[in-house]
């Protein structure tokens, strides 16, 4: 886990939420060992060091210290030796530790770190889980971390980049810091292209949805075409209500594309009856309707957002066709809260796969990142814009679109979905480009959706 959460000011964990800790035990012991801070490290601070160091800087010092071994372990690649560093809640997310440590060898294995870096420690933040949004945690020590690889030209193409900007979070539950976000060893750190790794295949259904609530009304559009482009697009709220149930009663897990990602390019299991859950164009309905139903369930999504669009309301001159966006503040907190945030291009209307280099930088390219500049996470995910898939089935592709492939791991994504006629469940790491999706239709009953699943 990254630690993809925002401040806060008071320690605790929700549900689990995990508690603040013995403080004042891991003072004394900080004291006891003469951990002292930055400021009194330098050879000519005497004044400073006749100071006793102040409780809060106690703690700084010894998380700063249990950040510096984890990292120095992971340039190392002594990922076993991590294990024992790790909150509960970060150990039972992979499921044991020989998963770990198998994951994390095909990952970093073949790279050679050449440097790696730990910041100033930051108490009173917050964590959430990429993994179960209803895992969360205050009280946080955030400590920024940075990787820096010998060899250059990693795939995909911003994957060095979103190694300098990373954290460790940390918790403090019994006197002892704990990592509990792990940066560059987490289940959703941004991925990197391992060339060689043995083909895999998984069976996950990737459910694709784009508006939820109520249906459009006819009179409030100017023309059919558009009316029914807009009800085709719509699941109404009580429909998503029963789907999510659904899939809460039946022990389904949400996953992320990343930690889909994990399973096939780098070995890692995935828990019982995954699914993955998107949403295409960055509405603002589901923000309304679908998000509350899915932190009751503590399930995360992907949200593939038209960075064009944010904070707009479209209409014509007349408030009919209307269309709502998300607004920054939204999609922050989505990111913050669990959720992913991925990349629709500037307006979802360029065929990209039939456009020139530079029309295709600026749709999706400079979408990209935007969105991850104003997130702070690292944007490795794209839904293809303007037109569905021009074959049947996500499997297949034809030269315009396998000269595109190359050029969008260039760029900085690592995978990509499609909205196929064919609908499938099954993912191939040979065909990270086209990973299929089940496009969930209004009106569906529960049975269909059920089939859906399989």
């Known amino acids: 886990m990254t630690g993809r959460g925002r401040r806060a000011e008071q320690p605790a964990i929700a549900t689990g939420r995990l508690a603040g800790g013995s403080v004042l035990l891991l003072v004394l012991a900080v004291l006891a060992t003469g951990c002292a801070g930055p400021a009194m490290a330098g050879a000519h601070d005497i004044t400073a060091r006749r100071h006793v160091t102040s409780p809060r800087r106690a703690l700084a010092s010894a998380v700063e210290a249990q950040a510096r071994l984890f990292m120095t372990r992971f340039r190392a690649g002594m990922f076993d030796r991590q294990w024992p560093q790790l909150a509960p809640e970060a150990r039972a997310a992979w499921g044991s530790r020989a998963a770990r440590d198998a994951m994390l060898t095909r990952k970093f294995g073949r790279l050679r770190i050449a440097a790696v870096g730990v910041g100033p420690a930051a108490g009173g933040g917050t964590w959430t889980s990429a993994e179960n949004t209803r895992l969360t945690a205050a009280g946080v020590w955030r400590v920024p971390v940075s990787v820096r690889f010998a060899s250059a030209g990693l795939q995909p193409g911003d994957a060095e980049a979103s190694y300098t900007r990373l954290a460790l979070d940390l918790i403090i539950p019994s006197g002892r810091p704990l990592v509990l976000g792990e940066g560059p060893a987490s289940l959703d750190a941004p991925l990197v292209e391992r060339a060689g790794a043995p083909v895999r295949a998984a069976r996950v259904p990737i459910l694709m949805y784009h508006l939820v609530g109520q249906y459009p009304a006819r009179s409030q559009w100017t023309d059919d075409y558009g009316y029914r482009i807009e009800a085709g697009l719509t699941v109404p709220t009580a429909q998503f209500a029963a ?7 039946h022990r389904y897990h949400a996953i992320s594309l990343t930690r889909l990602a994990d399973n096939l390019l780098y070995g890692l299991p995935l828990p019982p009856r995954p699914v993955v859950l998107t949403f295409d164009d960055g509405r603002l309905s589901p923000w ?45 907190s989505l990111a913050g809260d669990g959720f992913w945030i991925e990349d629709h291009g500037q307006k979802d209307i360029s065929v990209l796969w039939s456009v020139p280099p530079t029309v295709l930088r600026a749709e999706v390219d400079q979408s990209a990142r935007l969105l991850a500049a104003r997130t702070g996470q690292p944007v490795q995910f794209l839904a293809y814009t303007g037109a569905l898939w021009p074959y049947a089935s996500a499997a297949q592709a034809g030269p315009a679109q396998e000269a595109l492939f190359p050029k969008l791991a260039q760029i900085r994504y690592a995978g990509a ?27 569906e009953s529960i049975t269909a959706f059920a089939a859906a699943l399989r």
């Open 243 to 249: 789907e999510m149930a659904y899939l809460a009663g």
């Open 288 to 332: 309304v309707n679908a998000v509350p139903v899915m932190r009751r369930y503590g399930f995360t999504a992907e949200f593939f957002v038209c960075a064009g669009f944010i904070g707009q309301t479209n209409q014509t001159a007349s408030h009919l066709n209307v269309q709502r966006y998300l607004s920054w503040s939204q999609i922050n």
């Open 417 to 443: 979905v499609v909205d196929s006629s064919l609908p499938s469940t099954v993912e191939s790491s040979r065909q990270m480009w086209q990973l299929p999706r089940v496009r969930i239709f209004p009106g």
